[in-house]
C-alpha cells in the first residue's frame, strides 16, 4: 500500500523536520520516517475498520425498526444495506481482523461520529437508489459502498479533523490512503470470502529500501547536493529562496543520482507537485527549471549517467496589437539556468 507517491512525500516532511530539529541525529530521523509510513498503514485499515463501525450500527438501527414494525403489525424495514454482502465479507477479513486485534483501535469511542455518518449515508439519493433498487447482486453491493466512500468520507471535513486529533501523522495521509481504501474495495471477490487479501503494507521490499535510501542519500550528501545546486544556478540568491524550496530540491537530486531506473523527468514531475504542495504558490515552476538545469549540468559532468530530452528552445515575447495571439511564455524547464528565479525568493 505504501507507494512511492507516499513515501516521497514522507521523506520531505521528515528532511525537513531533520534541519529544523537543533539535536540531529540520522538514526533516529530514519527510525521516525519508517515510523511515519507505519502510521499510513494503520490509517487504511482504520478507514476500512470505518465500514465496519457504520455497519454495526446501522444493524442496531435495523433490528430497533423491525422489533417497532413487529409490535405495531406494519411493514418490516429491508435488511438490505445493515446486511450488505460486501460489509459482510470486510467483517470477516482475517487480515482487518488481525490489526484490529493487534493495534487495539475502535470506532467505539467515536460513536456519535459514526450515527452522524450514517444519517448522511441514509439521507444520499446514493443510498435511497440503492435500497429502491432491485439489483441484490454482490457487485451491486460493493457497488454502493464505493460510491458512499467517495462522497461522503473520501471528502470529509469533519472526519480530517477527528483523524488528525487521532494522529499528527493522519495529517497529510489521508488523501493518498483514500485512494487505496478505493482500490482495495473494488478488488473484493466474494469467492475469497475471509481470506481476501488487503493491500500488503509495503509492494515489496525494494519500496522499504526505496524509503531508507532516499532518506540517507538527501541527509548524507547534503553538501554536495547543495554545491551543485549553487553550481548550476550562478547569480540565484540562494539566501533568498524559501527553505522548503532547498529541501525539495535537495531530495530530487538524491533520488537523480541513487536511483538509475528512475527517469529524470518522472523525478523532475514528482518533486514539483510536492513543491506545489508544500512550499510557495510558484515553486513548482521555478523547482522544474531548476532540476532541469541540474539534472543536465549532472550528465554533462558525467555524474548523472540518465538520458536527457533535447532541450526546448527558448522563445520570445512579441508584443501584438489587440485581437492578436499572444506570445506564449516557455516551460520553466526550457528556461536556462541563468535567468531570474520564478519563485520561492522572498
Known amino acids: 500500500?505504501?507507494?512511492?507517491?507516499?513515501?516521497?512525500?514522507?521523506?520531505?516532511?521528515?528532511?525537513?523536520?531533520?534541519?529544523?530539529?537543533?539535536?540531529?541525529?540520522?538514526?533516529?530521523?530514519?527510525?521516525?520516517?519508517?515510523?511515519?509510513?507505519?502510521?499510513?498503514?494503520d490509517l487504511y485499515n482504520y478507514l476500512l475498520q470505518l465500514i465496519l463501525a457504520v455497519t454495526k450500527e446501522e444493524q442496531k438501527r435495523a433490528d430497533i425498526a423491525a422489533q417497532r414494525a413487529e409490535r405495531e403489525g406494519t411493514e418490516k424495514p429491508s435488511l438490505r444495506f445493515a446486511y450488505n454482502k460486501?460489509?459482510?465479507?470486510?467483517?470477516?477479513?482475517?487480515?482487518?481482523?488481525?490489526?484490529?486485534?493487534?493495534?487495539?483501535?475502535?470506532?467505539?469511542?467515536?460513536?456519535?461520529?459514526?450515527?452522524?455518518?450514517?444519517?448522511?449515508?441514509?439521507?444520499?439519493?446514493?443510498y435511497q437508489d440503492y435500497m429502491a433498487g432491485d439489483d441484490d447482486s454482490y457487485e451491486a453491493d460493493r457497488e454502493v459502498?464505493?460510491?458512499?466512500?467517495?462522497?461522503?468520507?473520501?471528502?470529509?471535513?469533519?472526519?480530517?479533523?477527528?483523524?488528525?486529533d487521532k494522529s499528527l501523522y493522519w495529517n497529510d495521509d489521508k488523501e493518498v490512503v483514500d485512494t487505496f481504501v478505493l482500490k482495495t474495495i473494488k478488488r473484493f471477490?466474494?469467492?475469497?470470502?475471509?481470506?481476501?487479501?488487503?493491500?500488503?503494507?509495503?509492494?515489496?521490499?525494494?519500496?522499504?529500501?526505496?524509503?531508507?535510501?532516499?532518506?540517507?542519500?538527501?541527509?548524507?550528501?547534503?553538501?554536495?547536493?547543495?554545491?551543485?545546486?549553487?553550481e548550476t544556478s550562478r547569480n540565484w540568491d540562494f539566501s533568498r529562496l524559501a527553505y522548503m524550496d532547498v529541501v525539495i530540491m535537495q531530495i530530487a537530486i538524491a533520488e537523480m543520482l541513487t536511483f538509475p531506473n528512475i527517469p529524470v523527468s518522472v523525478t523532475i514531475n514528482e518533486y514539483v507537485d510536492l513543491a506545489?504542495?508544500?512550499?510557495?504558490?510558484?515553486?513548482?515552476?521555478?523547482?522544474?527549471?531548476?532540476?532541469?538545469?541540474?539534472?543536465?549540468?549532472?550528465?554533462?559532468?558525467?555524474?548523472?549517467?540518465?538520458?536527457?530530452?533535447?532541450?526546448?528552445?527558448r522563445r520570445k515575447f512579441v508584443h501584438r496589437e489587440a485581437g492578436e495571439?499572444?506570445?506564449?511564455?516557455?516551460?520553466?524547464?526550457?528556461?536556462?539556468?541563468?535567468?531570474?528565479?520564478?519563485?520561492?525568493?522572498?
Open 1 to 41: 500500500m505504501i507507494n512511492r507517491e507516499l513515501i516521497r512525500i514522507k521523506v520531505v516532511q521528515l528532511t525537513y523536520a531533520y534541519y529544523q530539529n537543533g539535536n540531529k541525529n540520522m538514526d533516529n530521523a530514519e527510525k521516525e520516517l519508517l515510523f511515519s509510513l507505519s502510521k499510513a498503514y
Open 145 to 164: 459502498w464505493r460510491k458512499l466512500y467517495r462522497q461522503l468520507i473520501q471528502e470529509n471535513a469533519e472526519l480530517d479533523d477527528l483523524l488528525e
Open 86 to 126: 460486501f460489509a459482510m465479507q470486510l467483517e470477516e477479513n482475517k487480515m482487518l481482523n488481525a490489526f484490529i486485534e493487534n493495534q487495539k483501535l475502535t470506532w467505539d469511542n467515536d460513536i456519535e461520529y459514526v450515527r452522524k455518518l450514517c444519517n448522511q449515508i441514509e439521507q444520499s439519493q446514493t
Open 325 to 346: 495571439q499572444d506570445g506564449q511564455e516557455p516551460s520553466a524547464a526550457a528556461q536556462e539556468p541563468d535567468a531570474e528565479p520564478a519563485a520561492g525568493q522572498e
Open 189 to 230: 471477490d466474494p469467492k475469497e470470502k475471509g481470506a481476501q487479501e488487503l493491500l500488503p503494507e509495503y509492494h515489496d521490499e525494494e519500496d522499504r529500501d526505496f524509503a531508507q535510501k532516499l532518506f540517507r542519500a538527501t541527509i548524507l550528501n547534503a553538501d554536495t547536493y547543495q554545491r551543485y545546486m549553487s
Open 276 to 313: 506545489k504542495l508544500y512550499s510557495t504558490p510558484r515553486s513548482g515552476g521555478y523547482i522544474n527549471g531548476m532540476l532541469d538545469a541540474i539534472a543536465r549540468y549532472l550528465v554533462q559532468q558525467g555524474v548523472l549517467l540518465k538520458p536527457m530530452p533535447e532541450p526546448r528552445p
